[in-house]
């Protein structure tokens, strides 16, 4: 059995390692690239828009994980925080740009593009995604501006129960609805 700790053994584990990282990071790119053909042929979609997020988290983990194989701070144990820190960083910028109107823009903008365009799905999505749906409407064609207006105006609106039922996006996708289905 080889030695563990002998120089051979670690170029050797260093080589190997280096390895896998790389082919990871080439199925990162892979899947990346196919989850982008995918938005170019059908629209974004919340799973699309996850998957791609995770799919760059996994990459940037493992580049992380290189640069640790590599020795890069070797005296201190920075992997697993930084790990975590890009996965907090990756939600905190979720969170920040309200993915789903993100799905919005992106899908009335490829439709002006002459893309597909789904707008049944796009109104099943959450009160976040209402704003911009709202404010997508006149760039729509008139067929997928009545869709959009049906399927807006037949969602009832929530009445106030108390303040366990407060929820922002709730109240603002319902005073929107409210003027959009006034016209």
């Not at 190997?16 to 979609?45: C, H, P, Q």
């Not at 640069?67 to 144990?77: E, K, N, T």
């Amino acid at each position: 059995m080889a030695d563990r700790s002998s120089p051979p053994f670690r170029r050797s584990l260093d080589v190997l390692t280096g390895t896998a990282v790389a082919l990871t990071l080439v199925v990162v790119m892979v899947s990346v690239k196919r989850l982008d053909l995918y938005e170019r042929a059908y629209g974004l979609t919340m799973l699309r828009l996850f998957s791609k997020t995770f799919a760059i988290w996994i990459g940037v983990v493992f580049v992380l994980f290189a640069l640790s194989v590599a020795g890069l701070w070797r005296h201190r144990h920075w992997f697993l925080p930084a790990a975590a820190g890009a996965g907090l960083a990756t939600l905190l910028v979720l969170n920040a740009v309200n993915p789903e109107a993100v799905v919005v823009r992106h899908n009335v903008a490829h439709a002006r593009a002459g893309g597909r365009f789904d707008p049944g799905y796009l109104a099943e999505l959450s009160d976040d995604a209402v704003p911009a749906l709202v404010e997508a409407v006149p760039h729509l064609d008139t067929d997928a501006q009545d869709m959009v207006r049906a399927e807006l105006c037949r969602q009832p609106l929530r009445p106030w129960h108390g303040w366990a039922a407060s929820n922002l996006s709730h109240v603002g996708a319902d005073e929107r609805r409210q003027a959009f289905c006034a016209f």
